[in-house]
T-cell receptor, first 110, second 113 residues
Framework: EDQVTQSPEALRLQEGESSSLNCSYT??????LFWYRQDPGKGPEFLFT???AGEEKEKERLKATLTKKESFLHITAPKPEDSATYLC???????????FGQGTTLQVKP | GAGVSQSPRYKVAKRGQDVALRCDPI?????LFWYQQALGQGPEFLTY????????KSGLPSDRFFAERPEGSVSTLKIQRTQQEDSAVYLC???????????FGPGTRLLVL
Protein backbone atom coordinates (compact mmCIF):
# COMPACT_ATOMS: atom_id res chain seq x y z
CA GLU A 1 0.00 0.00 0.00
CA ASP A 2 1.34 3.44 -0.95
CA GLN A 3 2.16 5.53 2.09
CA VAL A 4 3.65 8.94 2.94
CA THR A 5 4.96 10.07 6.34
CA GLN A 6 6.13 13.61 7.09
CA SER A 7 8.27 14.84 9.95
CA PRO A 8 8.30 16.82 12.08
CA GLU A 9 4.59 17.56 12.51
CA ALA A 10 5.40 21.11 13.57
CA LEU A 11 8.51 23.25 13.30
CA ARG A 12 9.24 26.66 14.78
CA LEU A 13 12.16 28.64 13.37
CA GLN A 14 13.59 32.06 13.90
CA GLU A 15 13.80 34.22 10.81
CA GLY A 16 17.00 33.30 8.98
CA GLU A 17 17.36 29.90 10.69
CA SER A 18 17.64 27.29 7.91
CA SER A 19 16.15 23.80 8.31
CA SER A 20 14.74 20.80 6.44
CA LEU A 21 11.40 19.01 6.32
CA ASN A 22 11.32 15.26 5.72
CA CYS A 23 8.95 13.16 3.62
CA SER A 24 9.35 9.36 3.70
CA TYR A 25 7.40 7.34 1.16
CA THR A 26 6.65 3.83 0.01
CA UNK A 27 5.07 3.45 -3.40
CA UNK A 28 4.92 0.73 -6.03
CA UNK A 29 6.53 2.56 -8.93
CA UNK A 30 7.10 6.27 -8.34
CA UNK A 31 5.15 8.36 -10.83
CA UNK A 32 5.99 11.65 -9.15
CA LEU A 33 6.53 13.17 -5.71
CA PHE A 34 4.85 16.51 -5.13
CA TRP A 35 5.34 19.31 -2.62
CA TYR A 36 2.52 21.72 -1.89
CA ARG A 37 2.17 24.71 0.43
CA GLN A 38 -1.15 25.28 2.20
CA ASP A 39 -2.08 28.49 4.00
CA PRO A 40 -4.95 28.49 6.53
CA GLY A 41 -8.34 28.48 4.82
CA LYS A 42 -6.87 27.94 1.36
CA GLY A 43 -6.27 25.06 -1.00
CA PRO A 44 -2.83 23.50 -1.51
CA GLU A 45 -0.54 25.56 -3.75
CA PHE A 46 1.82 23.61 -6.02
CA LEU A 47 5.54 23.99 -5.37
CA PHE A 48 7.54 21.16 -6.96
CA THR A 49 7.36 17.82 -8.75
CA UNK A 50 10.24 15.33 -8.54
CA UNK A 51 10.35 12.15 -10.62
CA UNK A 52 13.63 10.35 -10.03
CA ALA A 53 16.22 9.84 -7.30
CA GLY A 54 18.90 12.52 -7.38
CA GLU A 55 16.60 15.14 -8.83
CA GLU A 56 16.60 18.60 -7.23
CA LYS A 57 14.45 21.68 -7.78
CA GLU A 58 14.69 25.20 -6.36
CA LYS A 59 12.38 28.15 -5.97
CA GLU A 60 13.46 31.21 -4.02
CA ARG A 61 14.34 30.00 -0.50
CA LEU A 62 13.04 26.45 -1.08
CA LYS A 63 14.91 23.46 -2.46
CA ALA A 64 13.41 20.00 -2.87
CA THR A 65 15.51 16.84 -3.19
CA LEU A 66 14.61 13.19 -3.79
CA THR A 67 16.13 9.82 -2.90
CA LYS A 68 14.65 6.35 -3.41
CA LYS A 69 12.95 6.43 -0.02
CA GLU A 70 12.51 10.06 0.98
CA SER A 71 12.36 13.67 -0.06
CA PHE A 72 13.56 16.76 1.74
CA LEU A 73 12.33 20.31 1.52
CA HIS A 74 15.19 22.58 2.51
CA ILE A 75 14.33 26.10 3.62
CA THR A 76 17.22 28.55 3.54
CA ALA A 77 17.08 31.75 5.61
CA PRO A 78 13.29 31.58 6.03
CA LYS A 79 11.11 34.64 6.41
CA PRO A 80 7.82 34.97 8.35
CA GLU A 81 5.91 34.77 5.06
CA ASP A 82 7.18 31.19 4.65
CA SER A 83 4.95 30.20 7.57
CA ALA A 84 2.46 27.62 6.28
CA THR A 85 1.73 23.89 6.22
CA TYR A 86 3.87 22.00 3.74
CA LEU A 87 2.34 18.87 2.24
CA CYS A 88 4.14 16.03 0.50
CA UNK A 89 2.32 13.59 -1.80
CA UNK A 90 3.03 10.73 -4.20
CA UNK A 91 1.08 9.90 -7.33
CA UNK A 92 -0.49 6.47 -7.04
CA UNK A 93 -2.04 4.00 -9.41
CA UNK A 94 -3.20 4.47 -12.98
CA UNK A 95 -5.12 7.65 -12.25
CA UNK A 96 -2.31 9.51 -10.54
CA UNK A 97 -4.40 10.18 -7.46
CA UNK A 98 -2.30 11.78 -4.74
CA UNK A 99 -1.49 10.08 -1.46
CA PHE A 100 -0.64 12.83 1.05
CA GLY A 101 1.31 12.92 4.27
CA GLN A 102 -0.20 14.69 7.25
CA GLY A 103 1.87 17.81 6.62
CA THR A 104 4.47 19.85 8.50
CA THR A 105 3.27 23.13 9.97
CA LEU A 106 6.08 25.67 9.81
CA GLN A 107 6.10 28.85 11.88
CA VAL A 108 8.83 31.41 11.26
CA LYS A 109 9.15 34.08 13.91
CA PRO A 110 10.65 37.51 13.12
CA GLY B 1 -5.32 32.48 -16.24
CA ALA B 2 -8.21 31.45 -14.02
CA GLY B 3 -7.54 28.71 -11.54
CA VAL B 4 -9.83 26.07 -10.10
CA SER B 5 -12.88 27.57 -8.43
CA GLN B 6 -15.25 25.99 -5.94
CA SER B 7 -18.61 27.02 -4.53
CA PRO B 8 -19.90 27.56 -2.01
CA ARG B 9 -16.82 28.35 0.05
CA TYR B 10 -18.67 27.58 3.27
CA LYS B 11 -21.71 25.44 3.89
CA VAL B 12 -23.53 24.75 7.13
CA ALA B 13 -25.99 21.89 6.99
CA LYS B 14 -28.27 20.30 9.51
CA ARG B 15 -27.77 16.60 10.04
CA GLY B 16 -29.82 14.71 7.45
CA GLN B 17 -29.81 17.46 4.82
CA ASP B 18 -28.48 16.92 1.31
CA VAL B 19 -25.69 19.19 0.03
CA ALA B 20 -24.14 19.83 -3.40
CA LEU B 21 -20.62 21.16 -3.86
CA ARG B 22 -19.49 22.58 -7.19
CA CYS B 23 -16.08 22.57 -8.87
CA ASP B 24 -15.06 24.55 -11.96
CA PRO B 25 -11.70 23.15 -13.16
CA ILE B 26 -9.08 24.96 -15.21
CA UNK B 27 -10.33 25.21 -18.79
CA UNK B 28 -9.17 22.31 -20.94
CA UNK B 29 -8.08 20.10 -18.05
CA UNK B 30 -9.08 16.52 -18.72
CA UNK B 31 -8.54 15.11 -15.24
CA LEU B 32 -10.53 16.12 -12.16
CA PHE B 33 -10.11 14.88 -8.61
CA TRP B 34 -12.06 15.32 -5.36
CA TYR B 35 -10.34 15.10 -1.98
CA GLN B 36 -11.56 15.35 1.61
CA GLN B 37 -9.40 17.08 4.22
CA ALA B 38 -10.06 16.69 7.93
CA LEU B 39 -8.72 19.30 10.32
CA GLY B 40 -4.97 18.96 10.80
CA GLN B 41 -4.64 16.16 8.23
CA GLY B 42 -3.54 15.85 4.64
CA PRO B 43 -6.16 15.57 1.90
CA GLU B 44 -7.58 12.10 1.19
CA PHE B 45 -8.67 10.97 -2.28
CA LEU B 46 -12.38 10.56 -2.95
CA THR B 47 -12.92 10.15 -6.68
CA TYR B 48 -11.43 10.76 -10.14
CA UNK B 49 -12.88 11.80 -13.52
CA UNK B 50 -11.28 11.67 -16.93
CA UNK B 51 -13.47 13.95 -19.00
CA UNK B 52 -17.02 12.85 -18.14
CA UNK B 53 -16.07 9.31 -17.13
CA UNK B 54 -15.76 8.52 -13.43
CA UNK B 55 -12.86 6.06 -13.52
CA UNK B 56 -12.15 5.70 -9.81
CA LYS B 57 -14.55 6.17 -6.92
CA SER B 58 -12.72 3.96 -4.47
CA GLY B 59 -12.27 6.75 -1.92
CA LEU B 60 -15.95 7.64 -1.49
CA PRO B 61 -16.67 6.80 2.16
CA SER B 62 -20.25 5.62 1.71
CA ASP B 63 -23.07 5.36 -0.80
CA ARG B 64 -24.31 8.72 0.49
CA PHE B 65 -21.54 10.33 -1.56
CA PHE B 66 -22.10 10.81 -5.26
CA ALA B 67 -20.11 12.76 -7.88
CA GLU B 68 -20.74 13.65 -11.49
CA ARG B 69 -19.15 15.56 -14.36
CA PRO B 70 -21.74 15.22 -17.11
CA GLU B 71 -20.13 17.40 -19.80
CA GLY B 72 -16.52 16.84 -18.88
CA SER B 73 -15.99 20.25 -17.30
CA VAL B 74 -17.89 21.33 -14.16
CA SER B 75 -18.21 18.67 -11.47
CA THR B 76 -20.60 18.34 -8.55
CA LEU B 77 -20.05 16.34 -5.37
CA LYS B 78 -23.31 15.50 -3.65
CA ILE B 79 -23.67 14.23 -0.12
CA GLN B 80 -27.03 12.84 0.89
CA ARG B 81 -28.36 12.68 4.45
CA THR B 82 -25.31 14.44 5.87
CA GLN B 83 -23.78 13.21 9.11
CA GLN B 84 -21.53 15.03 11.58
CA GLU B 85 -18.54 12.96 10.45
CA ASP B 86 -18.95 14.49 6.97
CA SER B 87 -17.71 17.84 8.37
CA ALA B 88 -14.46 18.58 6.53
CA VAL B 89 -12.97 20.65 3.74
CA TYR B 90 -13.74 19.27 0.29
CA LEU B 91 -11.03 20.06 -2.26
CA CYS B 92 -11.23 19.82 -6.02
CA UNK B 93 -8.14 19.56 -8.22
CA UNK B 94 -7.63 19.41 -11.97
CA UNK B 95 -4.72 18.47 -14.21
CA UNK B 96 -4.15 18.72 -17.96
CA UNK B 97 -3.94 14.94 -18.26
CA UNK B 98 -3.67 11.89 -16.06
CA UNK B 99 -0.46 11.66 -13.99
CA UNK B 100 0.35 15.35 -14.38
CA UNK B 101 0.55 18.08 -11.74
CA UNK B 102 -2.76 18.74 -9.99
CA UNK B 103 -3.90 22.28 -9.24
CA PHE B 104 -6.24 22.76 -6.33
CA GLY B 105 -9.20 25.00 -5.72
CA PRO B 106 -9.76 26.88 -2.45
CA GLY B 107 -12.04 24.17 -1.06
CA THR B 108 -15.53 24.09 0.42
CA ARG B 109 -15.68 23.97 4.20
CA LEU B 110 -18.67 21.86 5.23
CA LEU B 111 -19.97 21.92 8.78
CA VAL B 112 -22.76 19.50 9.69
CA LEU B 113 -24.61 20.36 12.88
Amino acid sequence: EDQVTQSPEALRLQEGESSSLNCSYTVSGLRGLFWYRQDPGKGPEFLFTLYSAGEEKEKERLKATLTKKESFLHITAPKPEDSATYLCAVASGNTGKLIFGQGTTLQVKP
Amino acid sequence: GAGVSQSPRYKVAKRGQDVALRCDPISGHVSLFWYQQALGQGPEFLTYFQNEAQLDKSGLPSDRFFAERPEGSVSTLKIQRTQQEDSAVYLCASSPRRQETQYFGPGTRLLVL
